[in-house]
């Protein structure tokens, strides 16, 4: 990967920030300049780092319930017709509720822990996963369906287990590419979910943390805090980007979606 | 796993192969055709088919002309229409002794050379046969690239893969779908010579848009045309397979094989 061009727009944008602070001259509760910040974040990094730890341990939580969910309803869907009619309509809604809306009834219900924040991020992060395992799984080759009920027909496989067999040899290998985009998606909104789910309500998180500071005009820190997040949330994209890579070596590498 | 227990699975692969063995002798293939239609576009009608057992047969004619159809009813790709069967001569169905081989390689793409010509195995959920797989990947050339992965591999050697594949069960018959016209001339003609010599003992039906290549490999040849389709008389060139194309034999079928085709041509091109 190549880091020098971003690192050059970073450091472009970070200047541009430090000359408009010192050319207007706000006032640091309004804009801090971006050395201040910095400082900030040397000096807090034990409490920033705590809070931020408990925002990854919700990302990562809810990462791993949407994309299990996801790719389990699109199992079911795709082999098993009935399934479509019960499952879709759960799918779509699971979209058009805003999770804003829902999550304060989370908190009700749940309280201020992890379980809310994890259940927001896993119904973002649910449906891309879910619609592009499904998208994958329904685009198999014909010539393949083709082929292997042929190569079945000298077995004394029952259907069930052919069909299990042309999942596991077949159907699923092939969909893996469109899981993978669904799953690179989910993963760059996830954070999204783990925040919403603190401004809503709780006593912990980097959400908590720029919420609390926010109220103190301690805008410094709020950066400060953002930076992580942001920090958190490209690396784990990077990561997962690298993980997908790894897992599927036969997909042309056109790394678009890398750097 | 206990040493019992493998000799017990060894003894009774064995014997079913022997009993494929012998089914393998002597199946032909009998197609009996009512009407093909798709929408109101009749592409067979009345139209009946025999594979001599152990012969190579060809299927020449235009792209369009209907031969993959039937190819697709053999296969059983296409549902059979009423009134229509396919049997084999011993009256049994076919399906469960037919291989397959394609235009496209059809490759799993995540799967090595070896894993994919086993894969028949692992979809019928049995031990995979890997000495027979590396044996025929040898007998096609490619010993060398066993775990190699297709995108490795050229588009011939794609295809030798999956010769080897539509070998690995040893099917008495097979179905050929236009296998070589991807593939460049040179290529072509090796694959040919691989393919006269693996079949060999085989029912095959060789789908084919080129003349030279039902020529050089066809027992019987039909010309296709017409519509709804007819075929013409079949043509038995003499000499063994594969034929060389350089023969005065040969040259003359096929100017007899180009005219016939160029006359009864009355689509656009």
């Known amino acids: ?224 805090s953002l930076m992580v997040l942001t920090f958190m949330a490209l690396t784990l994209y990077f990561l997962m980007d690298h993980v997908l890579r790894r897992l599927m070596p036969w997909q042309p590498d056109q790394k678009v979606t890398s750097i | 796993m206990s040493s019992d227990r493998l000799s017990y699975s060894r003894s009774q692969e064995r014997s079913s192969d022997t009993a494929r063995n012998q089914a393998a002798l002597n199946v032909g293939v009998s197609l009996k055709l009512a009407r093909l239609a798709f929408g109101d576009t009749i592409i067979l009608e009345n139209f009946d088919l025999t594979l001599e057992p152990a012969q190579i047969t060809c299927l020449l004619g235009p792209s369009g002309v209907g031969k993959s159809s039937i190819l697709k009813l053999l296969a059983g790709f296409l549902p059979l229409p009423t009134n229509s069967e396919v049997t084999g001569t011993d009256g049994l169905g076919i399906t469960n002794r037919t291989s397959y081989m394609d235009q496209q390689d059809l490759l799993l793409p995540w799967a090595s050379a070896l894993e994919n010509v086993v894969v028949g195995a692992r979809l019928r959920g049995q031990t995979p046969d890997f000495k027979r797989a590396r044996s025929l990947l040898a007998q096609v050339g490619l010993k060398d690239y066993i775990t190699a992965r297709p995108d490795t591999l050229s588009g011939g050697m794609r295809q030798r893969v999956a010769l080897a594949r539509t070998l690995m069960d040893d099917s008495p018959i097979v179905l050929m779908d236009e296998p070589f016209s991807a593939l460049d001339a040179i290529t072509k003609f090796r694959l040919q010579d691989l393919a006269a010599n693996l079949l060999a003992q085989k029912t095959v039906l060789l789908i084919t848009h080129d003349p030279m290549e039902a020529l050089r490999l066809g027992h019987r040849i039909f010309v296709m045309s017409g519509s709804p389709v007819r075929l013409s008389a079949p043509l038995c060139p003499e000499g063994s397979l594969p034929r060389d194309p350089a023969s005065d034999d040969l040259r003359h079928h096929y100017s007899d094989i180009m005219a016939s085709l160029a006359l009864t041509d009355t689509g656009p091109a």
Do not use: C
């Open chain 1, 1 to 224: 990967m190549n880091f020098l061009r971003p690192l050059i727009t970073v450091s472009g944008l970070l200047l541009l920030w430090g000359l408009i602070v010192a050319v207007t001259d706000l006032p640091k509760f309004i804009l801090p300049s971006p050395l201040l910040v910095f400082h900030t974040l040397t000096a807090k990094i034990d409490l920033i780092a705590g809070h931020a730890l408990i925002t990854a341990t919700e990302i990562l939580l809810g990462l791993a319930v949407g994309i299990s969910f996801g790719m389990l309803s699109a199992l079911l869907i795709s082999a098993y017709k009935p399934v479509r009619q019960w499952v879709l309509p759960i799918l779509i809604a699971s979209q058009a509720i805003p999770v804003f809306a829902i999550a304060p009834l989370l908190v009700i219900w749940m309280g201020y822990g992890l379980a809310p924040k994890v259940i927001v991020g896993a119904l973002i992060i649910y449906f891309p996963v879910a619609v592009g395992f499904l998208d994958g799984l329904n685009r198999t080759d014909p010539a393949w369906l083709n082929l292997t009920a042929l190569l079945q027909k000298s077995g004394s496989g029952s259907a069930f287990l052919n069909r299990y067999r042309l999942y596991r040899h077949i159907k699923i290998p092939f969909a893996l590419p469109s899981l993978a985009s669904g799953i690179r998606v989910g993963t760059a909104i996830a954070p999204i979910g783990a925040i919403i789910g603190e401004w809503v309500g709780s006593s912990a998180g980097l959400g908590f943390l720029m919420l609390n500071a926010n109220a103190r005009m301690q805008i410094d820190l709020v950066f400060a």
